[in-house]
C-alpha cells in the first residue's frame, strides 16, 4: 500500500482517476468541447507564427494533452502551442532552416525533444529553482516585448505582403518598404477580422446577456469568436474566389493523425540548439507554473512545481513523437478550461481527442481560411501580453527593478527574443548579486533605560568610543561576507579608539563556509590591530555548527547570549543612565 | 581644495607621497631591496610556468610594480607573476599558439591587454560585486587543484624529460611514459633543490637564529634561499659543463629592456581570449584583494576594492607595454614585503628598480641556470597553495559546500583550470540561487501568558485553526518569491479550516517587484479560497514602499503593528489561557 502513494507523486493520474466519478465526467467533457472549439483556431495560427505549417499546430495539440494528463498536477492546466514559445521556436529554428522546407519542420520537432529532455533533467534532478533565474520585471518586460514582436510580425500578413525579420527594426523596416504592395481584399478581411475578434472579446458577452441569452450560453458563444471569424471568412473566400484576387489561403492540409516515432537529434543539433531549448523550456515552465498555481489556489488545490516539469517534458516529447512543436500551459486556454468546469486532467484528454477528429475530418475545410484571419486572431490573443502597466507600476515601485525591466525589453525589441531572455537571465542573476551582496547592516546602541538596541542613525541610544556593535540582518554566506570584511575594517580603520567590535547576530540564520573564513578572517585582522572580536545573540542552530569548527576556540572574545550583558561586560559605563552622556559616538 | 581628495582617490599616490619622510624611504628601500632578491627566480620560474621565455617574467615585474605604486591602496601588496595566473595564462594561451613561438608570446601580452581592460572596466561600472560570484571554497579548491597541476607540471622539468599536459591524467601519462628518458644529472639538480629548499624553508631561519645569528638577517638570508639554489646549481652547470651531458639550462637571455608598446588585439582574439582573460581576472583579483586586506588590517589601514580593480587593471597594462604577462597581486611577495618593513607603495617602485638593474646587468649570468632549478622553485612555492586541511574543515563544517569545493577540484584535475573556474563559478551561483530559494521560515504560535510568538516546531505555544502566521526570516525578492507562494498554498490546502493568513515581517528588510507581485498573486488566491491575507510588523521603509504599490488597497486583511495585535483581533481565544488547549494545531 506504501508504493501506490509515491507512484502518485510520479503519475498523479493514479491519485484521481480510481475516484473519477460521473459527475466529473460531466463536467470534464464540456470544458473539453470548449476547449476544442477555442484550440482549433489557436494551434493553427501559432504554428504559422512558428513559421510551420497549420496542421503542426494541431498535432502539437493532441499527444501533449494525453500525456499532461498522466503526469500532470494541475487540474485545469491546459498545454498546447502559445504565442511566445511559437516566437521562439521560429527565432531559433530559422536560424538553422529555411521557412517551408522539411527541414524547418524537422528542426522544429527536435526543438521539442530537447526542450522535453531539459525539462525532465531539471525535474530529476529537482533543480525547479533554477526558475528564479528570472525576475518577475524581466518576464514581465520580455513577455510584452514578445508581444510587440509577435504583432507587429503578422500585421505583414494582414495587409498581404511578405515582411519578416526577428527585431522590431527589421519588422517596420519590411513593412515600410513592402507598403505599395498591399493586397485589399486581404487588408480587408484581416481588418473585419481584428475588428470583430476585438468586439467579441471587449462586449459581446455583454451584449448577448442584455439580449436576453443565458449566461453560461453567452460565455460560450464569446469562446467561440474565433471559430465564428474563421468560419464566416472561409465562406467568404471561397464564395467570392478570393484566392484569384491575391488573398492567401491555407491551402491543402494533409488528412489523418500524424505517425508516431520520436527523432533523436544529432549532436551537431543538440549543440545548435541547447541553448535556445533550455531558454525556450525556463519561460515555458515559468509561464505554465504560475498559471497552473492562479488556479489551482482558486479551489486550494495545490500543484507541485517539481512534478510540472517533469509533466511538461512529457508533454514537449509528446508533441515531438506526434510532429509537433515545443508546447506549454497557455494561459487564455487554461483559464477557459476552468471557467468551464474541468475538474480533472481528464478534460485535457477529452480535448485532445476533440483536436485529433478535428485533425482527422475538419481539416479539408481549411483549404479556403485566409491567413489573415489567423493574423488577426494571433493579435487580437497577444495584445493582450502587452502590460505597460505594469512597465508603469514597476517605475513607480522600484528603479532597479524598472532599470532590468525597460534593458530587458529593449535588447528583446532591438535584437530578438533570444539576446532579449539570455539578457534577461543574466540581469537577474547580476541584480541578486547585487543585492545579496549589500545586506542591511545597522550600528547599534543601547536604548537609555532599557535593555534594547536600536540604529544610532534612527535612535536616540547610548555608545562608547571602544565598543562598536554591528548588527547584521541577513545570514551570512559568501555573496555577503566580503562586503561584511570590508564594513568592518573600514569602521575599524575609522574609529581608533576602537576595542571591542561585537557582532549581533540575532537576524543570521545561517553562517556558510565562506562566511566562516571571513569572520575567521575578521577575527585574526582585528587580533593584529589590538580589537577583541565578539558575538551576541547566536541563534542554536548556527552556534551548533559553529562549535564544529575551530572558530570559536581562536575568538579573541566571547560570544555572550544577549547584547545587554556584551555591554555589561564590555562598556558598563553605557548602562548608567547619568553618564549617558557619550551619546553618538559620531560613528 | 576639494579637488585632491577626489583625486587621490583615482590617485592614491596623491594621498601619501606629499608627506614621504626619509624613515619611510628606508624602510621601503630595505623592502624593495629583499623582495628584489626573492623576485628574480620567482619572476624566471612562474614565465617558465606560463611556457614563456624567461626574461618576459622580469619584463611583468618592472612597470606593473611601478603602476600599482601610482594607483594602489594597499601600503604592501606587491605585484608580479604568480604561479596560479602563469598555468591559467599557459592554457589560455596554448589553445591558440604554439608555445616557443613569438606568436605565443605576443598573445600572452594580449591577454594582459584584455585582462587589463577587463578589471579596469569592472572599476569603472563598480561591478568588484561580481567577485561574488566565487565562494570561498570553490576558489579554496580551485587553488588547491591549481598548486597539484602546477606541481606535477614541473615533474618532467625535475627528471629531464619532456612532459606536458593541462590535466593530472594528460601530465601523468606523460610522465610514465617517459620516465625510462630520465636525465640523471638533472634529476640529481633538481632533487637536491627541491630537498635544500625545503629545508630553507621548513628550518634554516631556526638553525640560523640557533647558531647565534640575529633575527634580522637569519630572515633575509632565508628569503635569500631561491637565489642560493640558483646561484649555486649555476656555477656546478657551467663548472661542470652539465649541458653536454643532457642538462636543460635557460640558455641566452636577451639583454636589455623591453622597449614600450601597446598591443591592440585583433577582435578575433578578443573573441577567443575573452572569457580566459575574464576568468583569470577574477581569480587574480579575489586573491589580491584578500592578501591586500589581511595585511592593511595589521595596520589598521584600509583599501578599496574597487580602486584595487583599477590598479591591477593598470598593472596589467604595464605588463602588455613592456612585453609581460597577466600578473596579480602575490601572497608569499607581499607578506615578505610586508614584513621587511614596506611602509608605502614606493617599495614596490623600488623593486621594479631593482628588477630593472637585474634585467640589465644579470642575464648573461642566467646562461647556464639549470631549468631544473627553477621547477624546484616552482614546486616548494606551489605546494604551499595546496591547502588539505581545508577541504576536511568544509567537510566537517558544511557538506554543501564541501560539495561545491570537491567538484571544483575533480574538473579543475580532470578537465583543466579553465573549466574548473567556470565550473567553480557556475557552481558559486547554482548555490546562491538554491540558498536564496530556501529562505528560512517559521509557523509560530504564542508563547502562553507573554505577546512573544515563537516557532510551534521548537516551542510549546498557543495556535488557532482558523489563524496561521508565516514568520519570514529574510528579505522577500524574487529569489525566494515563488518560494513563498508555493509554502504558503501548501499550508492553505493543508489547513481545511484556516480563515486567516498573517504573513510576520520583522526580519523582512525589502520586497522587490517580484516579490510584490507575488504578495498580490497570494492575496488574490487566498481570496478566491475564502481566505483573508494580513501582514504584521512590518518595518518603516517596506511599508514606504509598499504605500506605493495597489497592493495595500487590494489586501484583504489588515496590517498589524505587533502579531499580538493580530491575535487579538482575529483570534483572540488564543490569548485567553484557560483555553490554551488548542495548542498545536498539527502544522
Chains 1, 2 share one sequence.
Not at 143 to 161: P, Y
Request: neutral net charge; glycine residues 8%.
Amino acid at each position: 500500500m506504501k508504493l501506490l502513494p509515491r507512484l502518485s507523486r510520479v503519475l498523479p493520474i493514479l491519485g484521481w482517476a480510481p475516484l473519477y466519478s460521473r459527475d466529473q465526467l460531466a463536467s470534464d467533457l464540456t470544458a473539453a468541447v470548449i476547449v476544442t472549439i477555442m484550440l482549433i483556431p489557436q494551434s493553427l495560427a501559432y504554428a504559422m507564427l512558428a513559421g510551420l505549417p497549420p496542421q503542426v499546430g494541431l498535432y502539437a495539440s493532441i499527444l501533449p494533452l494525453v500525456f499532461y494528463a498522466l503526469f500532470g498536477t494541475s487540474r485545469a492546466l491546459a498545454v498546447g502551442p502559445v504565442a511566445v514559445i511559437s516566437l521562439m521556436t521560429a527565432a531559433a529554428v530559422s536560424r538553422i532552416a529555411e521557412p517551408g522546407t522539411i527541414g524547418y519542420v524537422e528542426t522544429a520537432t527536435a526543438l521539442a525533444v530537447l526542450s522535453g529532455v531539459f525539462l525532465i533533467g531539471m525535474s530529476a534532478l529537482r533543480l525547479g529553482f533554477l526558475a528564479n533565474f528570472l525576475s518577475h520585471p524581466v518576464i514581465s518586460g520580455f513577455i510584452t516585448a514578445s508581444g510587440i514582436l509577435i504583432a507587429v510580425s503578422q500585421l505583414g500578413t494582414i495587409f498581404g505582403i511578405k515582411a519578416g525579420g526577428h527585431t522590431l527594426v527589421e519588422q517596420l523596416d519590411g513593412l515600410v518598404s513592402q507598403m505599395g504592395e498591399t493586397n485589399v481584399p486581404t487588408l480587408v478581411i484581416g481588418a473585419l477580422s481584428v475588428a470583430f475578434l476585438y468586439f467579441v472579446r471587449l462586449r459581446l458577452k455583454s451584449v448577448l446577456i442584455a439580449l436576453g441569452m443565458g449566461k453560461r450560453l453567452a460565455d460560450v458563444i464569446t469562446k467561440a469568436g474565433p471559430v465564428l471569424a474563421v468560419t464566416a471568412t472561409t465562406i467568404a473566400a471561397a464564395g467570392l474566389a478570393l484566392e484569384d484576387k491575391g488573398v492567401k489561403i491555407v491551402g491543402t492540409v494533409p488528412v489523418g493523425l500524424p505517425g508516431l516515432q520520436l527523432p533523436i537529434p544529432s549532436l551537431g543539433l543538440v549543440a545548435e540548439l541547447g541553448l535556445a531549448a533550455a531558454l525556450l523550456s525556463l519561460i515555458g515552465f515559468v509561464e505554465s507554473v504560475s498559471v497552473a498555481q492562479t488556479l489551482a489556489a482558486k479551489r486550494r488545490q495545490r500543484i507541485d512545481p517539481n512534478q510540472e516539469l517533469a509533466a511538461l517534458g512529457a508533454a514537449n516529447i509528446g508533441s515531438a513523437m506526434s510532429g509537433g512543436y515545443p508546447v506549454t500551459g497557455g494561459f487564455a486556454r487554461s483559464v477557459v478550461n476552468y471557467d468551464a468546469g474541468a475538474e480533472t486532467p481528464a478534460a485535457g484528454a477529452f480535448t485532445a481527442v476533440g483536436i485529433a477528429v478535428a485533425t482527422l475530418f475538419l481539416t479539408p475545410y481549411l483549404y479556403f481560411l485566409p491567413k489573415a484571419t489567423l493574423a488577426a486572431t494571433i493579435i487580437v490573443a497577444v495584445l493582450s501580453l502587452v502590460d505597460f502597466g505594469a512597465i508603469r507600476r514597476t517605475w513607480i515601485y522600484s528603479k532597479g527593478d524598472f532599470a532590468a525591466m525597460a534593458a530587458t525589453i529593449l535588447i528583446t525589441l532591438l535584437s530578438g527574443v533570444e539576446n532579449g531572455v539570455a539578457a534577461g537571465v543574466v540581469l537577474s542573476v547580476v541584480i541578486l548579486l547585487y543585492r545579496s551582496s549589500n545586506p542591511h547592516t545597522a550600528i547599534v546602541g543601547l536604548v537609555p533605560g532599557t535593555e534594547h538596541f536600536r540604529n544610532v542613525n534612527r535612535h536616540k541610544v547610548v555608545t562608547s568610543p571602544s565598543l562598536l556593535t554591528l548588527r547584521v540582518d541577513e545570514s551570512l554566506y559568501f555573496a555577503n561576507a566580503r562586503f561584511l570584511e570590508d564594513r568592518i575594517y573600514d569602521l575599524v580603520a575609522a574609529n581608533p579608539a576602537l576595542r571591542h567590535v561585537v557582532l549581533m547576530c540575532p537576524a543570521i540564520n545561517a553562517i556558510d563556509a565562506s562566511a566562516l573564513e571571513s569572520l575567521e578572517a575578521i577575527n585574526d585582522r582585528l587580533k593584529d590591530s589590538g580589537v577583541t572580536f565578539h558575538l551576541s545573540e547566536v541563534k542554536g542552530p548556527v552556534m551548533d555548527r559553529l562549535k564544529r569548527s575551530h572558530f570559536l576556540g581562536a575568538l579573541t572574545g566571547k560570544v555572550y547570549l544577549s547584547q545587554y550583558q556584551a555591554v555589561l561586560d564590555l562598556a558598563p559605563r553605557m548602562t548608567k543612565e547619568d553618564e549617558a552622556l557619550e551619546e553618538g559616538a559620531g560613528i
